[in-house]
């Protein structure tokens, strides 16, 4: 009996879980919430003009922990700084979210994507055109 | 006289119950173990040296990948030795969090092991019964830092940002369904006649040996040795919380696995009284020049841009000196032992695994034991390889 009973109380635990809910979802049709602070795959912020609010100060260069952005910078008639190549190396990104908390215009976000799936190897490295149409997604 | 031949086997460092990438090579006599001998460096990264080649603040992510599940305490550590270097007090409010979210760390830790134990020994369903619960608080660890292992979210100086709204309820509601799972668990295993037949009396480890070997946390309290850096050498006001240490007596698998459970019914204790006597105030230390200023300044304030970008840029400079802080994390006591010489960055960086030193007592533990007690025996010293590997 000492042996049987603590099986059965066992048993009747698991029995009694049949006729609860499943907990799990079914991924890809539907998506895991992720909270407000999630550090997903990076966006730039868009200014009034639409184009890029980086300014290209080299902050999130300097700041990055395994250097996986490239900039470029240019130069407009005004003498406005602005990034003539902006790429982050999703290889090399660790998602620490240094170069957001870096940024003092706010223009590199990590965003709430976290879906990272490509049949070319070149289709996964973020340049300046996909990080703003990450912008357009989310809004 | 016929010689007595042993066989030699290799274990891992490919098997799943070694829990990573370890490899042991047994010496056999028929199913009987005469001799074990661990290797390990299958994951080295050399994370001790790339911290010489980073700022200080570039050298926290490196901590998350030590002990990936408990990143917090890991995270806590690192903070706390260069605090110590940099001789700045820690705001009330900010230590307390970091109480709270530190002692969360260590019941999804303590859960993924009862979980992955459980399995290893046979018994399937608890493991999914403790990834439930795990994958609640890990949501919570997520709300707060935005990452499910990485957080990131303690700082040197304080914390990353303030609480997110909706925590305080999350944690709350969280730790108030826990102790009925942790009841489901024990009405699973505690008594079940399987469970005891694996865990009693195997992996054996005396109180001399575990003091010995140097062995912490929860193995060496299964031992009955009550050491506990947290009530030893209190550290981020631990001293202002009531708590418990638990106890072994056997110093046996089973204690280690009860041990466990109660240091997660404790843990729950302390995160309900942070809380409940959660202080007001900042969670930054005022310390312009080692503290970035909030971000809503910089937009604002030249000063704050100024030193935003200094701070950044070239990262902090403690003064010339060292400093080492051990703390309490999952596995045991987790140190920090952390030089200045007075550049930005450190000179060195040493770190006290756990995982490391409570590796070195498995060849006493699995002496003269079956194989199957092998897998038994490691899974319960709850081994982290990123962390041993470093």
């Known amino acids: 009996m000492k042996v049987i009973l603590p099986l059965l109380k066992g048993l009747r635990l698991t029995f009694s879980r049949i006729f609860t809910k499943p907990i799990t979802y079914q991924y890809p049709e539907k998506k895991h919430k992720v909270p407000e602070r999630w550090r997903g795959i990076h966006y730039f912020k868009k200014n009034e003009a639409g184009e890029t609010a980086c300014v290209a100060c080299g902050l999130c260069v300097k700041v990055c922990p395994n250097q996986c952005i490239t900039l470029e910078i240019g130069e407009k008639f005004d003498g406005k700084r602005y990034p003539l190549k902006y790429e982050i190396d999703p290889w090399r990104c660790i998602y620490c979210g240094f170069c957001q908390d870096a940024c003092p215009v706010n223009a590199i976000n990590l965003g709430e994507d976290y879906e990272q799936a490509h049949y070319r190897k070149e289709d996964f490295v973020l340049d300046m055109k996909k990080l703003l149409a990450m912008y357009e997604d989310k809004k | ?390």
């Open chain 2, 1 to 390: 006289m016929a010689e007595t031949k042993y066989m030699t086997i290799n274990m891992g460092p490919q098997h799943p119950a070694t829990h990573g990438v370890l490899r042991v090579v047994l010496e056999l006599d028929g199913e009987t173990v005469v001799k074990s001998t661990p290797h390990i460096g299958y994951l080295h990264r050399g994370i001790e040296k790339i911290f010489e080649n980073r700022t200080y603040w570039q050298g926290e992510p490196l901590t998350d990948r030590l002990d990936y599940t408990s990143g917090m305490s890991n995270n806590l550590a690192y903070c706390l030795a260069v605090e110590k270097l940099l001789g700045v007090e820690i705001p009330k409010r900010a230590q307390y969090i970091r109480v709270m979210l530190s002692e969360l760390q260590r019941i999804a830790a303590h859960l993924l092991w009862v979980a992955t134990h459980a399995l290893d020994m046979g018994a399937m369903t608890v493991l999914f019964y403790g990834f439930r619960e795990r994958e609640n608080c890990l949501k919570v660890l997520e709300t707060v830092s935005g990452a499910r292992l990485m957080p990131d979210y303690i700082r040197f100086g304080g914390l990353r940002e303030e609480l997110p709204g909706g925590f305080i309820d999350m944690a709350k509601s969280f730790i108030e369904e826990l102790p009925g799972r942790i009841d489901e668990y024990e009405t699973l295993l505690t008594e079940n006649v399987i469970w005891k037949g694996r865990t009693k009396g195997v992996g054996f480890l005396s109180a001399e040996d575990a003091i010995g070997y140097g062995v912490t946390g929860p193995v060496l309290r299964a031992s009955g040795i009550n050491y506990d850096v947290r009530k030893a050498y209190p550290y981020s006001s631990y001293e202002e919380f009531d708590f418990e240490i638990p106890l072994g007596t056997h110093g046996d698998i089973y204690d280690r696995y009860l041990v466990r459970l109660q240091e997660m019914r404790q843990s729950i204790r302390i995160v309900t009284q942070a809380i409940e006597s959660l202080p007001e105030g900042p969670i930054k230390v005022n310390a312009p020049q080692y503290v970035p200023p909030e971000k809503e300044d910089v937009a604002s304030d030249m000063a704050a841009l100024i030193r935003h970008f200094k701070i950044m840029a070239d990262g902090i400079k403690p003064p010339k000196g060292e400093a080492y802080v051990s703390i309490e994390s999952s596995k045991g006591e987790l140190g920090f032992y952390v030089v200045s010489d007075g550049t930005e960055r450190p000179y060195r960086v040493r770190i006290r695994p756990p995982s490391f030193l409570n590796l070195g007592s498995v060849s006493k533990m699995i002496e003269g034991a079956l194989v199957a007690d092998v897998v038994a025996a490691i899974g319960s010293l709850d081994i982290v390889l990123g962390e041993i590997d470093k």
